[in-house]
């Protein structure tokens, strides 16, 4: 097994409960770590989360380094970097790999500028391959691949020279593997230590507030764009998504026109879905949005303009007025269900 070529995974935990992006990049460094022959080592920090080591172990971890101090038991910025850092320092991972979220990306920027490596943000795919420079021939660099300009192209970025190889990774964009319950792990405790610098900013109150949606985990999507005109008729996208038992999407410009909170928001800056079927009401389908639900099983589009390009992608297709289609769908549904 090759020591030098170690994918890390940043896990994000919040009161013991694990992200699922941090779940996901454990299965994505698994497939990795069997290519470089290497292992996966998981970074895991809080305060009385050890028991967390088996669920880690169980997505793919071969080694939990686990930072486990009353200092660590809330995200913090500065005592995180300060044992990120360190570790990186001490042990020089090849790959380290961080969830896109608010955690990651407030994390990952502080890491590179210290380890004064390339970092690359919002990626939406990994892989292992060779890259040439001039007459130089370099072997399993991490292929950092991610949308650009727009989302107009797919870039796939290279870091040869400067270690780890540091990446953030969208949330949902990676499948996340069944967890393995015979696997075995190693936990090793990383000892800490902070001075006055590293605790200069205290938690006075900590207020939390569940999401008004489970987007992630719907198997059924039905999303708004620009096209349903208003918040009045957006309504019509929450009655159908009701009616039908699943959750509520919308496109970026539906979310800056005010007609839906940006919680529903999905697509290349909002959340990835993979529902069973996703309903596309009034979206014209750009690249940006359809990098965040063009996974989904059957796509049905309603949209007035025949010539929409969420039309290319669409299972079935419908032509015409959503204020006149929806309403027809409900009526559908509910007479055939009786």
Not at 181 to 202: C, I, M, P, S, Y
Not at 210 to 224: E, F, N, Q, R, T
Not at 285 to 295: I, N, P
Not at 302 to 324: C, M, R, T, W
Request: glycine share 8%; hydrophobic share 40%; charged share 25%.
């Amino acid at each position: 097994m090759n020591r030098d070529k170690e994918v890390w995974i940043f896990v994000e935990q919040e009161e013991g409960e694990i992200a699922a992006v941090s779940l996901e990049l454990l299965s994505k460094g698994r497939e990795l770590a069997e290519r470089l022959d290497s292992r996966v080592c998981a970074l895991l920090f809080g305060h009385d989360i050890a028991y967390l080591s088996e669920q880690v172990i169980e997505y793919g971890a071969d080694v939990v380094l686990l930072a486990d101090h009353p200092e660590l038991a809330s995200y913090r910025t500065l005592p995180y970097a300060k044992v990120v850092i360190d570790l990186v320092r001490a042990r020089q991972p090849y790959i380290l790999l961080l969830g896109a979220t608010p955690t990651g990306r407030d994390l990952a920027p502080r890491i590179a500028s210290a380890a004064r490596a390339g970092l690359t943000a919002d990626c939406t795919d990994l892989q292992i391959g060779e890259y040439r420079k001039k007459d130089r021939v370099y072997h399993d660099l991490l292929y950092q691949i991610r949308p650009a300009f727009g989302g107009n192209v797919i870039a796939t970025i290279v870091n040869p020279d400067m270690h780890p190889q540091l990446a953030t990774v969208r949330e949902g964009v990676m499948r996340m593997a069944q967890p393995d319950r015979t696997r075995k792990g190693e936990v090793e405790r990383v000892e800490t230590q902070f001075d006055a610098r590293d605790l200069a900013l205290q938690v006075v109150k900590r207020e939390m507030q569940p999401l008004c949606c489970d987007l992630k985990g719907a198997s059924i999507v039905v999303a708004g764009g620009s096209g349903v005109g208003s918040k009045e008729n957006f309504q019509l996208v929450f009655d159908l998504a009701q009616t039908l038992g699943g959750q509520v999407g919308a496109t970026r410009a539906a979310v800056d026109a005010g007609y839906v909170s940006q919680e529903h928001q999905v697509g290349q800056t909002g959340i990835t879905v993979r529902p069973r079927l996703y309903i596309a009401c009034g979206i014209s389908g750009t690249v940006q949005h359809r990098a965040g639900m063009d996974q989904s099983s059957k796509i049905i589009a309603i949209n007035s303009d025949p010539d929409a390009p969420i039309f290319q992608i669409a299972h079935y297709k419908i032509v015409g007025d959503l204020n006149e289609v929806i309403p027809w769908m409900i009526r559908a549904y509910h007479e055939n269900a009786k």
